[in-house]
């Protein structure tokens, strides 16, 4: 398309005549046109992820998993971001979610872990970005029904938001709600659990009882014969 113009549909025209920047114009090379960045994003961050989020987009499960792995793993060996540069953490963000999305989720923990701890490590344990991490995670832990972990995470991240944006913040009530469901879910899982046990009780005792009866029978005899 000469002089960097593209044409695309327009609400008040049959065909308009649209400005695209390099940077969008390679991107649109790349993909045959068939996508655009709504946001005009020429940042290097998004090109670089956009071939994973294109093929993810069509369904490839395999090679999108693949070039997500592959744009967190050049990030965490590039020298000028390494393993804790926001864009290295974003890229294990994406990868994490792509990974729940498609049933990977032991991969998509590994994944979220490593995005918590770069954090916490580059901005602190109670910064947003922290929490909204550890938020995750706790909930990832959850679907897993690794209860006992989950709970530590959504604890943390509601003592996290209540320090740091105060108990009526909205992230605040999400990650309070977000416990009490865990632990409704806990106390369900653990009331059918009683119940057996209570069974099996009664008829240990039902047993004993029932062991019982020829002893008695016996002393009936003996003494009637008497």
Do not use: W
């Not at 999305?101 to 922290?130: C, E, I, N």
């Not at 659990?193 to 029978?217: G, V």
């Amino acid at each position: 398309v000469p002089g960097g113009l593209v044409r695309r549909r327009d609400r008040n025209s049959e065909r308009a005549r649209v400005e695209v920047r390099p940077c969008e114009f390679e991107f649109l090379l790349r993909t045959g046109g068939r996508q655009h960045s709504a946001r005009g994003d020429c940042s290097e961050d998004f090109l670089e992820m956009q071939p994973a989020r294109a093929l993810a987009a069509k369904g490839k499960d395999h090679q999108a998993l693949a070039a997500y792995e592959r744009v967190a793993e050049q990030r965490r060996e590039d020298p000028q971001r390494g393993p804790h540069h926001p864009e290295t953490l974003r890229a294990y963000m994406s990868l994490g979610n792509y990974q729940r999305k498609t049933g990977r989720t032991g991969a998509a923990t590994d994944s979220y872990r490593v995005v918590l701890q770069g954090r916490a490590a580059t901005l602190g344990p109670r910064h947003v970005d922290t929490l909204a991490a550890r938020f995750t995670l706790a909930g990832l832990l959850k679907d897993l029904k690794e209860f006992g972990a989950s709970v530590k995470e959504y604890e943390e991240t509601v003592a996290g938001y209540v320090e740091t944006l105060g108990e009526r913040h909205t992230a605040t009530l999400d990650a309070m709600y977000g416990l009490a469901i865990l632990l409704q879910q806990q106390q369900a899982l653990a009331q059918p659990a009683a119940a057996p046990m209570e069974q099996q009780l009664s008829n240990e005792m039902d047993n004993d009882a029932d062991d019982a009866l020829p002893e008695l029978e016996d002393l009936d005899v003996t003494y009637e014969s008497a």
